[in-house]
C-alpha cells in the first residue's frame, strides 16, 4: 500500500492488550535513532483516573530506556506552556478510552492541530486503540460495528480526526463472523482499507516503511484478507 510520503510520519498503533503481548510494538517504539534521553507525553482521554495509568506507563516504558515523563488530559484547563513543553517529547502517547470523548476535547481544546504539526515535523506518535484510531482519517469506526461501540455521548458530529495515514483502524478485533460481515459491508461504502487488529498487534510507520506486528486483518473493497 502507497503511504501519504508528503510527511515523513512516525507513528505506532496499538489495539491493546497485555504487556507480554505488545513487547514487540515497545521495542519498536523504542528503537527510534535520536531519542537520547528518550521522553514521553501520556495524553489521556479524561482526567478520571488518568494518574494510575499514567503510573503503569512509566513502569512499562522505563524498562525500554524512556527516563522522562510528562502527563495531562485532554479534558482538563492547562496552560499554554504546559501544551509546549508537552510537545518537546520524543514520543507523545494517546491513551485508550471513549475516542468520541477523546477526539471532541482534543479539538476543542487546540490539541488536535497541535499534534498534527507534531506528527508533521516528525515526532513520534503512539496511539492505544481509541489513540491509534484518532490518528486515522476518521473516527467512524469507534461507533461500528453496531454490536461492538464507544458511544457517542457527548453528540460529537464531526468525526474527522488527525488523518495522518490513509487507512482506518479497528482495534480488539475478535475475527468473529458478525464482526468480520460487519467489515466486509462497511469497506464497500469507503475508498480506503481497514486494518483490523487484535489485542497484541499492531502498526507501525516509519516513513516509507509500514512493520505489521502479530496477526492483522484488511478489509477492502468487500474484501477480507490476512496480512499477517
Not at 524498562?63 to 492547562?78: E, I, L, P, Q, V
Amino acid at each position: 500500500m502507497a503511504l501519504d510520503q508528503s510527511h515523513k510520519r512516525r507513528l505506532v498503533f496499538y489495539s491493546g492488550g497485555q504487556e507480554k503481548s505488545n513487547s514487540l510494538l515497545h521495542e519498536a517504539l523504542a528503537k527510534w535513532p535520536g531519542l537520547r534521553p528518550r521522553s514521553m507525553t501520556y495524553l489521556a482521554f479524561s482526567h478520571e483516573n488518568h494518574q494510575f495509568y499514567f503510573r503503569r506507563i512509566k513502569k512499562r516504558y522505563r524498562a525500554y530506556g524512556f527516563n522522562r515523563f510528562r502527563c495531562f488530559s485532554a479534558d482538563t484547563d492547562f496552560l499554554a506552556r504546559e501544551m509546549r513543553e508537552a510537545l518537546k517529547s520524543d514520543v507523545i502517547y494517546l491513551a485508550g478510552g471513549n475516542t468520541f470523548y477523546f477526539l471532541k476535547h482534543l479539538r476543542e481544546s487546540g490539541l488536535l492541530k497541535e499534534l498534527k504539526k507534531f506528527s508533521d515535523r516528525g515526532g513520534i506518535l503512539a496511539g492505544l486503540s481509541a489513540g491509534a484510531i484518532i490518528m486515522t482519517p476518521n473516527i467512524n469506526l469507534a461507533g461500528y460495528p453496531t454490536h461492538d461501540r464507544d458511544l457517542n455521548e457527548v453528540k460529537l458530529k464531526n468525526l474527522r480526526s488527525l488523518g495522518l495515514v490513509n487507512f482506518e483502524f479497528l482495534p480488539h478485533y475478535s475475527n468473529s463472523k458478525k464482526t468480520s460481515d460487519a467489515l466486509i459491508r462497511y469497506s464497500k461504502r469507503i475508498g480506503r482499507p481497514v486494518f483490523a487488529c487484535p489485542d497484541g498487534s499492531g502498526v507501525v510507520i516509519n516513513g516509507r516503511e509500514m512493520s505489521l506486528i502479530g496477526q492483522i486483518f484488511i478489509f477492502f473493497k468487500g474484501q477480507k484478507l490476512r496480512l499477517s
